[in-house]
Structure formats: C-alpha cells, structure tokens
Nanobody, 120 residues
Framework: QVQLVESGGGSVQAGGSLRLSCAAS????????MGWYRQAPGKQRELVAT???????NYADSVKGRFTISRDNAKNTVYLQMNSLKPEDTAVYYC??????????????WGQGTLVTVSS
C-alpha cells in the first residue's frame, strides 16, 4: 500500500508564492513519475507539472516560467514551487505518483488534495 501526504497549500495574494510538498510512503519499490495536477471549481482536473525518474520535466503552458517542480528521491518527495501566482491558479492541487510495488509493476496513486487560493 502506498500513501501520499501533501502539505503547503493556503491563501495568498496575487503575485505571491507558495510551495507544495508531497511525500510518498509505503511498499514502494520504485517511483516512476511524480507530478501535480489541479482542479478549479467547475473545471476538469488538469496537469500542472510532472517529473520522471530520469528528471525529465513537463509543464502546462499556463505555469511555465512561474512554477518549478522538483523531486528528492531519497525522501520520495516531490515539490512544487509556485511563484507569481494569479487568481486563475486557484484550485485544489493533487499530487500523483506512478510507482512500482512488490505486487504491481505500475500503480497510480493520488493524494488527498490541498487547496490553493489566490486573491486579486
């Protein structure tokens, strides 16, 4: 079983910064991809950023140049540094990891979500 614990959400004014963290624990053999997604009210969940085990990074166009994703493999943790936040960044942010366990070569796990609110 794999668990994700997210932290770092909150409220900030436009132009401000927040840092999200997501730590994975449990019966993990290997973590393939770690990423962040978000879902704004009334909208579908969308990709924000992902980072592979080979450090290949992908960003949504809407956050390029403002957000930075990183991972600490020793801690099984992924971070999302969010700068120059805009009101349209307001959403619930979800951590997602694709892992290999002793019983599954590929398992996709979601965090519980953390709310980010950006006021104008």
């Amino acid at each position: 079983q794999v668990q994700l614990v997210e932290s770092g959400g909150g409220s900030v004014q436009a132009g401000g910064s927040l840092r999200l963290s997501c730590a994975a624990s449990g019966s993990i053999f290997r973590i393939h991809v770690m990423g962040w997604y978000r879902q704004a009210p009334g909208k579908q969940r969308e990709l924000v950023a992902t980072v592979t085990s080979g450090s290949r990074i992908n960003y949504a166009d809407s956050v390029k140049g403002r957000f930075t994703i990183s991972r600490d493999n020793a801690k099984n943790t992924v971070y999302l540094q969010m700068n120059s936040l805009k009101p349209e960044d307001t959403a619930v942010y979800y951590c997602n990891v694709d892992v290999a366990t002793a019983t599954s070569a590929y398992l996709s796990v979601w965090g519980q979500g953390t709310l980010v609110t950006v006021s104008s």
